[in-house]
């Protein structure tokens, strides 16, 4: 099995392309290649089977569940995946733990998993961070990520709700450009909760499938397979328009730029004020 504490460039081999090319978007096909610099392969299952469909096409052992925030990211592979004609394997979980824009990210997730016909599943997690921020900075203060080291908690709750569910799979919608922003979205960190989850009875695999890409990049994927930016939601601000300034809306805004699409939520918002 390849480790995580083997860098990028492995992860990319096991969720290796396949050889026919035109059935994935170029824009994952020319990350691959620079990333892994073996070009195009197909992706083996663990029973040993390969694939015809891309990288990003979920295991067919079993269900697979896909930790979603409502932002770009959870829309791109939500899409993708459905597109390859997954949806009845997949299980989106959001987990409210507290962050100041919790509202509307949920809101967000219920309508993507509407408009493509997913089931929505939640835990709220929220007394965890509430519980730490009166103890620790007092009580009215709220941050936009009030829970350090969240993903601990995320995973450990994605497993429990994969073990629950029968799902042998758990994917998180980490890109390139988040890798390594923070400790718990580390290599290291990745590598241990894999090896954690091999623990398991049964154990689950872990999968990264946009590791390879960047932000602009999952826009250019999702774009060729109709991701609903409309619905998604970035602002840390919680408000119910994005405000602009905040870093996630800058970041959102500079990506999209980047991959010369238009960002439906704006546009949608244009019109609902015109």
């Excluded at 089977?49 to 079993?62: C, F, I, R, V």
């Excluded at 998604?232 to 328009?241: I, K, L, N, P, Q």
């Excluded at 602009?244 to 805004?253: D, H, I, K, L, T």
Aim: overall charge neutral.
């Amino acid at each position: 099995m390849l480790r995580l504490a083997q860098g990028v460039g492995s992860l990319a081999l096991q969720y290796a392309l396949p050889r026919a090319a035109e059935a994935l978007p170029a824009v994952a096909a020319a990350a691959a290649r620079a990333v892994s610099g073996r070009g195009f392969s197909r992706y083996r299952t663990a029973s040993g089977s390969m694939l015809d469909e891309p990288a990003m096409s979920a295991p067919k052992q079993g269900s697979t569940v896909v930790l979603v925030s409502g932002g770009i990211e959870s829309a791109a592979l939500l899409a993708y995946w459905k597109h390859w004609d997954h949806a009845q394997h997949l299980l989106p979980l959001f987990i409210d733990y507290g962050q100041k824009n919790v509202r509307q990210e949920e809101a967000a997730q219920q309508a993507m998993c509407r408009h493509l016909g997913l089931d929505f599943n939640a835990i709220n997690a929220s007394m965890v961070a509430h519980q730490l921020n009166m103890a620790t900075v007092g009580a009215g203060r709220r941050y936009h990520d009030p829970l350090p080291h969240r993903n601990l908690l995320l995973l450990s709750l994605a497993a429990s709700f994969a073990a629950d569910s029968g799902a042998a799979n758990i994917a998180i919608c980490l890109n390139k450009d988040d890798l390594g922003v923070y400790s718990s979205a580390s290599l290291p960190f990745l590598h241990h909760i894999e090896s954690l989850y091999e623990t398991l009875e049964p154990p689950i695999q872990l999968l990264m499938p946009l590791l390879a890409l960047r932000k602009h990049q999952v826009i250019t994927m999702g774009h060729q397979v109709a991701a609903p930016w409309h619905l998604t939601y970035s602002c840390a601000e919680g408000g119910a328009a994005p405000c602009g300034a905040c870093e996630p809306c800058r970041g959102r805004a500079a990506a999209f730029a980047a991959a010369g699409v238009e960002d439906g939520l704006l546009s949608h918002h244009s019109a609902a004020q015109a």
